[in-house]
T-cell receptor, first 112, second 112 residues
């Protein structure tokens, strides 16, 4: 089992819809979780972090964490074509929190 | 702040040649990370430094790869000799406290 798993996509949603991106992780002890956005040909940029079970909202973005199920998701409300990018889930190793392990990413396409 | 600065942006080299990638972290950041990104394997952590000291190089694929951080404002990743399978985008990232990685723009390496 990979340490951080994501569906590679592409996930296609119409403009204005909710995009739901999912990530599972294998380390049951992990305490913090991150979502990065990467536009084609660009570098990853941090958009959300979450540390506690439940939801965390920031503008149109909501991160959801369920530690019992080892599952973290990112919801994008009112999706815009400018949200089209690859979304990377990242989890630090519990025994060495300096090391951030990335999933392979889910490509999101928002069409007008 | 100019962010994390990497050079060159693109590098095309012949198999067997030495390649040196450069990184200038954000001033004040005490952690520096080198990642490699490919379509097949996603973002892989190669090595990271804390206060200029290499902490974990377990991700370095083989002895052909080496990295140095002679001071707080400069790091290099060297591949000697280069091989076609080294073709990838190499990212440098830095951070201070917490997990707010900032990535550089990356170096796209092509070995022919």
């Amino acid at each position: 089992q990979k340490e951080v798993e994501q569906n590679s996509g592409p996930l296609s949603v119409p403009e204005g819809a909710i995009a739901s991106l999912n990530c599972t992780y294998s380390d049951r002890v992990s305490q913090s979780f991150f979502w990065y956005r990467q536009y084609s040909g660009k570098s990853p940029e941090l958009i959300m972090s979450i540390y506690s079970n439940g939801d965390k909202e920031d503008g149109r973005f909501t991160a959801q964490l369920n530690k019992a199920s080892q599952y973290v998701s990112l919801l994008i409300r009112d999706s815009q074509p400018s949200d089209s990018a690859t979304y990377l889930c990242a989890v630090p190793r519990s025994y060495n929190t300096d090391k951030l392990i990335f999933g392979t990413g889910t490509r999101l396409q928002v069409f007008p | 702040d100019a962010g994390v600065i990497q050079s060159p942006r693109h590098e095309v080299t012949e198999m067997g040649q030495e390649v040196t990638l450069r990184c200038k972290p954000i001033s004040g950041h005490d952690y520096l990370f080198w990642y490699r990104q490919t379509m097949m394997r996603g973002l892989e952590l190669l090595i990271y430094f804390n206060n200029n000291v290499p902490i974990d190089d377990s991700g370095m694929p083989e002895d052909r790869f080496s990295a140095k951080m002679p001071n707080a404002s400069f790091s290099t990743l060297k591949i000697q000799p280069s091989e076609p399978r080294d073709s990838a985008v190499y990212f440098c990232a830095s951070r201070s406290s917490g997990y707010g990685y900032t990535f550089g723009s990356g170096t796209r390496l092509t070995v022919v």
